[in-house]
C-alpha cells in the first residue's frame, strides 16, 4: 500500500464514523458526495452508475444516525465496481510521512479485529488516525453494513 | 503521546531496577523467590511477574479501535511505538466500577509484544516462592484457570498471580504469523 521507493508522504483524507477518528489513502477516493448527492471533488469521471453503498456506522457497531440527510459518501473503485461507504463527516485532507508515523496494527488488534479493512494507525497532531483500505474486499465474509443499491 | 515514565510507576520502576541488579551481582545465589507487581482490580490484589514488566505509566489517551471485542480499550503511541491496550477486568469478567484516579496502565512484554494492561491501582512489588502460590485463585466472572498462575495469601487476603502466557494464548497471540 505505501510505495517506500517513490514518496515518504502519504495523502489521507480523515473522516469521523461515531467517536472514531478514520483514514483513508486519498488516491482511492473515486468521488465525494454530500448528502444531496451532488460531488464535492471527482478523481474518475463516472456518470450515473449502480452504487453499492455500506453504512460505516453498522461496520464500527454503532447504532444508526437519525439524521442521515447530513451523513456524506466515499465511493471507491473496488476492483472494477463502485461501492459507496457512508461516514458521518469528512475531516481533513492530511499528509503523513510514511516512515516516522505510519505503523501497521499491533499484533493483538491485528488478531482480533473484525473489520478487515482496518490495516493501520497514523499519527497527525494530537491524535492517532485508524487507516482503513477501502479497495480491500475480503474474502468469504458478510457483508457487514451493506444497505442497498443506490443511484448516484 | 505518554511522556517518559514518571509518578507513580518510576518510584515502582527504580525498585524493580534495583532489584534486578541485585540479583546480576549474586547470580550466584540462587533464591526461590520471584518478584511481582501487585495491582488492583476492584477491591482485590493480583501480581503480575516483574520479569514481564516494562513500565507502569498514568493512563494515557486511549485511541478507541471500532469493531473489537469489548476488553480492547484500543491503542496508544507509546514514544513511537503502536501498542493495544486491554482493559483486565473486562476480560476477567468483573465488573466494572467508576474509573478513579489511580487507574494505571502497566506495559508488559510477552513473546515479543508489548501490551498496556489497564488496572484500578498499583501497589508494592512482593517477593513470593513457588510453594507461596498454593491457593486457588478468584475464579471472578468468566475468567478461566488458565489466566492465572495461582494466588498466595497476603496480609489479610489474596494475592492472584496472574499469567501473561495464558492471558496471550487466549487472545490468540501465538497464531499470529504477521
Known amino acids: ?152 | 503521546m505518554p511522556d517518559s515514565p514518571t509518578g507513580p510507576g518510576k518510584k515502582i520502576l527504580d525498585q524493580v531496577r534495583r532489584t534486578q541488579q541485585n540479583q546480576l551481582a549474586s547470580e550466584t545465589i540462587e533464591s526461590p523467590h520471584q518478584q511481582y507487581l501487585s495491582f488492583l482490580l476492584n477491591e482485590d490484589w493480583y501480581g503480575l511477574s516483574v520479569y514481564d514488566l516494562v513500565e507502569v505509566l498514568p493512563p494515557p489517551k486511549i485511541t478507541r479501535v471500532p469493531s473489537v471485542p469489548d476488553h480492547i480499550l484500543g491503542v496508544i503511541n507509546l514514544r513511537g511505538e503502536v501498542l493495544s491496550t486491554i482493559d483486565l477486568k473486562s476480560f476477567f469478567g468483573l465488573p466494572q466500577g467508576e474509573p478513579t484516579e489511580d487507574q494505571a496502565l502497566i506495559v508488559v512484554e510477552h513473546a515479543g509484544m508489548r501490551t498496556g494492561l489497564l488496572v484500578d491501582d498499583i501497589g508494592d512489588l512482593v517477593n513470593l516462592a513457588p510453594e507461596d502460590l498454593n491457593e486457588e485463585p478468584l475464579l471472578a466472572g468468566t475468567s478461566e484457570r488458565v489466566f492465572f498462575e495461582g494466588a498466595a495469601t497476603w496480609g489479610e487476603g489474596f494475592l492472584t498471580v496472574i499469567s501473561l502466557e495464558g492471558i496471550f494464548q487466549a487472545e490468540g497471540m501465538y497464531s499470529y504469523q504477521g
Not at chain 1, 448528502?35 to 453504512?55: E, N
Not at chain 1, 461507504?85 to 475531516?91: E, I, N, T
Request: aromatic share 8%.
Open chain 1, 1 to 152: 500500500m505505501v510505495d517506500s521507493s517513490e514518496a515518504a508522504t502519504l495523502a489521507i483524507l480523515t473522516f469521523w464514523v461515531g467517536p472514531f477518528l478514520l483514514g483513508v489513502e486519498a488516491d482511492q477516493i473515486a468521488q465525494l458526495t454530500r448528502p444531496s448527492g451532488q460531488r464535492l471533488s471527482t478523481h474518475i469521471s463516472a456518470g450515473a452508475s449502480d452504487l453499492k453503498v455500506m453504512d460505516l456506522r453498522s461496520t464500527c457497531g454503532l447504532p444508526r444516525e437519525t439524521d442521515e440527510e447530513q451523513r456524506q459518501l466515499l465511493v471507491v473503485d473496488q476492483a472494477g465496481e463502485k461501492v459507496g461507504y457512508r461516514v458521518d463527516q469528512v475531516g481533513e485532507l492530511i499528509t503523513i510521512d510514511t516512515a516516522m508515523y505510519i505503523w501497521p496494527l499491533p499484533p493483538l488488534l491485528e488478531i482480533q479485529k473484525r473489520w478487515r479493512q482496518l490495516w493501520g494507525v497514523c499519527q497527525w497532531e494530537n491524535e492517532l488516525v485508524l487507516l482503513v483500505d477501502l479497495q480491500y474486499q475480503p474474502q468469504n465474509e458478510p457483508k457487514e453494513g451493506y444497505i442497498s443499491n443506490e443511484w448516484t
